[in-house]
């Protein structure tokens, strides 16, 4: 009961977040100067057909109202720049790709970021936890798209092991999801590290080994456990960074993924592309946000969810 | 059988440390009797935790180091024992339980697994058998409602019902040694008194032998029959309680003892009042530890370390006063002890 009250009273806040988001958006790329329909070669009549075919002649609020209307019914919008081509269907063919790569690239970050974070901790000191640190340093200050050209330089140009665009096999994903996953290993074996060696000393973990209990026992059912719960906190900003990640990885890369509309959306002032996008990705980081605090909810009993 | 369950040679442990070695015990030696309650007193920092825990090697090495000593446990010398062989001593025959009860219990794991899994580890019962043993464990400790208790999480469960919680994970497999580490400095004085009382009914009816490490002069009257005295990694002094009290040779257990607040005063009050602080255990003084602070101090004390001396009934001392060779105004601080035989290692 408790916990659907949780659930319930977040799902309000997360509507509501993502309502002033949409309005947000909505009228501040109407404020970036320019317009997506200014081009030379194009006709004073021509443009005023095409204002009127968009609505674009109306007054803001009338354009919010009907924005607000469609987007009741699950619609974004028509494209100004990709001609005939609705927003709804752009996300539905350029998303798969988006959250292909984000889901490899929070895997491989996962895995191997607890791997590290554990081994450096058990090895404190040793070779095992030196390298982990380096990851770390690089990983977190290393930004994605820099780190996307150097591997796609390195192993794509120079070294020839894997191809150095697009994304049509398992060889195509390696870079990509190591340049867009590094930053989330090095922030996840830094965090599990510090976890772990803070759980290894604690009082609850002596009190395991004084009652002599084995060594796995103590290691899964008190070190882990606990270790690794608050990594789950780590995964909300995490889906967040990954998704701006894509924007960049998947220009570097030109993968056909959500990341690249946005980008050129936003250099071509594709109105109704950028907000349709901005909700899509707002909606989706909220949503997993949600998911996160809902999991965290359950298997942290101090949160006092679980029955 | 021998009548002593435990008994520590010359015991010495160091910690590895980026600034040094940190020299936390030095040189212990002493010995329990079955059944019997030693406690272990001292201010912070003397080493009583680590000496204790180290026992049974709870502490995680590196940094911890056993340099040195023997741990005779029920006629055998386990200071070899590696991590699996100690399994079969820790939880089984030698308990512990720890000062904090917020923090030594684990926040995320029900009470009723945190007992039952010592019982699963060590003893062949089924689930239920645990669960039923379990609950009378609770129910020993002197926890109310334990059926429910099971299902409760740490958290929902105040101090001194934690720390019966420990006390049951303890008892659990009846060991012949329960070391409680200041089980009580964490609670509020009625809930102490109450867990004490639990501790000695339980050496009673157990004959589970006792050390009780402790800050409260007033607890080891009521508890204890022996005490030793720790001071700067090192004992000082130790015999029964009640040559402790009234016959005490040493001038740092004399200042604890009148740090002792008045039955009127709130017995929780720390010791601390004693001028000065404990040493730095980097660089542990030459002599004797409580020199620096210490009224009667002479030349020698600050260049060689005292020597015991036997006072007589097991009451010993470590200080140059007692010495048979200390002079006429060392022997009169002394005020008509008895100074059985004097002499030095
Ligand atoms: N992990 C550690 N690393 C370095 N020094 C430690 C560590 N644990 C304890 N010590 C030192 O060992 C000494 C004895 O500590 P402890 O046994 O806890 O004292 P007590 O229990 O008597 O209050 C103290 O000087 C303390 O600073
Ligand atoms: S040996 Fe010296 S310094 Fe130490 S307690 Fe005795 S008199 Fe004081
Ligand atoms: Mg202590």
Known sequence: MKLLKFILKRVVVSVIMIFCLVTISFFLVKLIPGSPFTSEKMQAGNKAAIYAYYGLDKPVYEQYFTYMKNLLHGDLGTSYKIRGVTVNEIIRTAFPYSLDLGMRAVAFALTMGLLLGIVAAYQRGKAMDTFTMIVAIIGTSVPSFIMGFFVQYLFAVKLKWFPPAEYTSFAHTVLPTFALGLGMLATIAKYTRTSMLEVISSDYVKTADAKGLSKFRIIVGHQLRNALMPIITLLGPMIASVITGTFVVENVFAIPGLGRHYVTSVQGLDYTLITGLTIFFAAFLVLMNLLVDIVYALIDPRIGLVE | MSEQILKVEHFSVSFDTYAGEVQAVRDVSFALNRGEILSIVGESGSGKSVMTQSLVKLLPAPPARIKSGKVIFDGQDISG??????????????????????????????????VTEGLLAHASVSRQEARRKAVELLRSAGIPNPDKRMEQYPHELSGGMRQRVMIAIAIAMQPQLLVADEPTTALDVTIQSQILGTIKDLNRSLGMAVILITHDMGVVAGMAQRVMVMYGGRVVESGAVRDIFYHSAHPYTRSLLAAVPRLDADSTAPLEHIVGSPPDMLAPPAGCPFAPRCRYAMEVCRSHMPGRTELGDGHDTYCWLCDSRAGETAQAFLRGERVVHSGTE
């Open chain 2, 81 to 114: 024992y590696r991590f699996k062989q100690l399994r079969q001593i820790k939880g089984q025959k030698i308990a512990y339980i720890f000062q904090d009860p917020m923090t030594s219990l684990n926040p995320t794991v029900k009470i009723g697994k945190q």
